[in-house]
């Protein structure tokens, strides 16, 4: 089940065991002379209900702040940075977690929100406010398709799909770091983010990759509903489909940018 391009997703258990928390497997054995020990009751499993309602608190969240970060004006730019780095160590730390941590997830929530917030501010000066607008009806287009694609069993979630995700997430997480070195050294580096037409093309890939990756995103969820785990991995659902939001929402700025550029 944890088969995704998402690494949020590693947390996630396998079966209804709660990965590392099996809760109430077995009976406890009872000192002698004593009455057996009942077994602790076992957490209760999760829901869709769980995951619409975790999402929309990280989602809702991230919107404040980055609302709020919006409004401050010129400042807003200088809080973008420090946000994108606490936010990378603040994700870190969950993925990499064995326990759930909620308050972490709204942690990252918040400060993932005051990034987005700074990083809009910075293209509304450069372009106009109206490319904010498009960028946040893209996505919420993009993820709503992808959604009715993925209930309405349009393309289904199978090994080999995964793989051929998994696989592009990777090729595109290489040239990024490749194209950030070259441009140390050649401006433009690679030309994937100068606003060209490999750059256009790239963005357009990227959008690609993201879209199909809610595909992989909704299945985790699904199966982990499925396989009854904790609720509280709920936190876990969300945080996956948040990473995934927030790059699809900075690609799609992107490239929108370009175009604006181009007139």
């Given at each position: 089940m944890r088969?995704?391009?998402?690494p949020?997703?590693?947390?996630?258990?396998?079966?209804?065991?709660?990965?590392?928390?099996?809760?109430?497997?077995?009976?406890?054995?009872?000192?002698?002379g004593?009455?057996?020990?009942?077994?602790?009751?076992?957490a209760?499993p999760?829901?869709?209900?769980?995951?619409?309602?975790?999402?929309?608190?990280?989602?809702?969240l991230?919107?404040?702040?980055g609302?709020?970060?919006?409004?401050?004006?010129?400042?807003?730019?200088a809080l973008?940075l420090?946000?994108?780095?606490?936010?990378?160590?603040?994700?870190?730390?969950?993925?990499?977690?064995?326990?759930?941590s909620?308050?972490?997830?709204?942690?990252?929530?918040?400060?993932?929100?005051v990034?987005?917030?700074?990083?809009?501010?910075?293209?509304g000066s450069?372009?106009?406010?109206?490319?904010?607008?498009?960028?946040?009806?893209?996505t919420?287009?993009?993820?709503?398709?992808?959604l009715?694609v993925?209930?309405?069993?349009?393309i289904r979630v199978?090994?080999?799909?995964?793989?051929?995700?998994?696989?592009?997430?990777?090729?595109?997480?290489?040239?990024?770091?490749?194209n950030?070195?070259?441009s140390?050294?050649?401006?433009?580096?690679?030309?994937?983010?100068?606003?060209?037409?490999?750059?256009?093309a790239?963005?357009?890939?990227?959008?690609?990759?993201?879209?199909?990756?809610?595909?992989?995103?909704?299945?985790?969820?699904?199966?982990?509903?499925?396989?009854?785990?904790?609720?509280?991995f709920?936190w876990y659902?969300?945080f996956?489909?948040m990473?995934?939001?927030?790059?699809?929402?900075?690609?799609?700025?992107?490239?929108?940018?370009?175009?604006q550029?181009?007139?």
């Amino acid at each position: 089940m944890r088969t995704t391009s998402n690494p949020a997703f590693r947390n996630l258990p396998t079966t209804g065991g709660y990965a590392n928390f099996n809760y109430g497997q077995g009976q406890q054995t009872a000192p002698f002379g004593q009455a057996p020990v009942a077994p602790p009751q076992t957490a209760r499993p999760m829901t869709i209900d769980d995951v619409v309602t975790k999402t929309a608190i990280t989602l809702g969240l991230a919107v404040i702040t980055g609302t709020l970060t919006y409004l401050v004006g010129p400042p807003a730019v200088a809080l973008a940075l420090p946000a994108a780095i606490i936010g990378l160590v603040i994700s870190l730390v969950i993925i990499f977690k064995k326990k759930i941590s909620p308050a972490l997830v709204i942690a990252y929530s918040a400060v993932e929100g005051v990034f987005l917030g700074g990083i809009s501010y910075v293209f509304g000066s450069l372009f106009s406010p109206g490319i904010i607008i498009q960028a946040i009806a893209g996505t919420i287009g993009v993820f709503a398709a992808m959604l009715v694609v993925y209930k309405t069993g349009a393309i289904r979630v199978t090994p080999k799909l995964t793989k051929w995700i998994i696989g592009a997430l990777a090729g595109v997480a290489v040239l990024m770091l490749v194209n950030m070195i070259a441009s140390f050294f050649t401006p433009g580096g690679l030309g994937l983010r100068d606003g060209g037409g490999l750059a256009i093309a790239f963005s357009l890939v990227c959008i690609g990759i993201a879209a199909f990756s809610f595909l992989l995103d909704f299945d985790a969820a699904d199966k982990a509903i499925k396989g009854g785990v904790d609720a509280k991995f709920a936190w876990y659902i969300a945080f996956g489909l948040m990473t995934t939001l927030v790059w699809l929402y900075l690609e799609i700025l992107r490239l929108l940018s370009y175009f604006q550029s181009s007139d």
